[in-house]
């Protein structure tokens, strides 16, 4: 109550408990959430294709984002709507709502949610502010997302994303693996946690998916991968192409072998936890593998 008299009284400019405050209604978005480079543009794109499902793409809505100029260029929604719906709720979580049912009801879909490899590190306050919400983690083999990352640099100009050609350490780059998936195995107890391996997902997507929406509680829709090719996403060019299993296992090209020994401790035994190495010998290997 405090927090919407003191919304009022300011007419929005002044904000209470913005981060902390609950949904007051019982609301069930789906959040997509994982390393970059892990598969959740993909997933994103598929989800969204569904006939029941909208997905706001890389809103950072879930995690209490308030440059509004940045949910406008994200969601295509004009920036005095954005500001009008933002003097108008007295909290995060009314605000994410607002955003993305208002685009859900748009594209005529019956359920929200959001895309976004920020939300790995909010977990707890998403939960916080939607107890309901369904959180779907995508995890990939480290070694092949660490290629990924070094040389995925993005930088941006007016929401627009540019490669610069710079490469990120391999140390940060596995550094970053590591602690965003940390980030979500520490919920595998929680009935609203999912998880889902990119490496499922593009070698026996049919079966990976409909258990990903048997737990979301939607139904199957047979032309799905089909539907999903149609989204257009400018940084993922390669999700309006059929699904392909050609990046799994790259790094047995394209991570030196002087930079897999950097894998040793606390990533080697994520590999081994997630199921992707049996143990060290792959790192001990003399050249490249084929």
């Known amino acids: 109550m405090i927090s919407k008299l003191i919304n009022a009284l300011t007419l929005g400019r002044l904000k209470w408990g913005w981060y902390s405050l609950s949904s007051p209604t019982p609301d069930s978005p789906i959040v997509i959430g994982g390393c970059s480079r892990s598969g959740t543009t993909l997933l994103y794109a598929i989800l969204n294709a ?7 793409l890389e809103t950072a809505l879930f995690a209490g984002n308030m440059d509004l100029p940045h949910i406008s260029r994200r969601t295509g929604m004009s920036l005095e709507k954005v500001k009008r719906l933002y003097q108008r709720s007295h909290c995060s979580a009314v605000f994410t709502k607002r955003i993305l049912t208002d685009l859900m009801v748009s594209a005529g879909k019956l359920h929200w949610g959001d895309k976004s490899p920020i939300n790995m590190r909010v977990i707890s306050g998403i939960f916080r502010r939607f107890p309901r919400a369904k959180f779907v983690h995508a995890i990939r083999d480290g070694r092949d997302v660490v290629c990924s990352l070094h040389t995925h640099t993005p930088t941006f100009k007016k929401g627009v994303a540019h490669r610069d050609g710079t490469e990120v350490p391999w140390e940060t780059c596995i550094d970053r693996w590591c602690s965003r998936v940390h980030m979500g195995i520490g919920w595998r107890s929680d009935k609203r946690y999912y998880e889902v391996k990119y490496e499922d997902l593009v070698l026996k997507p049919e079966e990976t998916l409909k258990a990903l929406f048997g737990w979301l509680d939607e139904p199957w829709e047979s032309k799905i991968l089909e539907t999903s090719q149609l989204t257009k996403v400018d940084t993922h060019p390669e999700v309006s ?7 799994v296992g790259r790094w047995k090209e394209d991570l030196p072998v002087d930079v897999r020994g950097l894998f040793r401790g606390t990533a080697q035994g994520l590999l081994v936890l997630l199921g992707y190495a ?13």
């Open 50 to 56: 569904h006939s029941r499902l909208f997905l706001g």
């Open 241 to 247: 192409k059929p699904i392909n299993n050609s990046a």
């Open 278 to 290: 049996d143990g060290p010998d792959w790192i001990e290997s003399n050249g490249f593998e084929h």
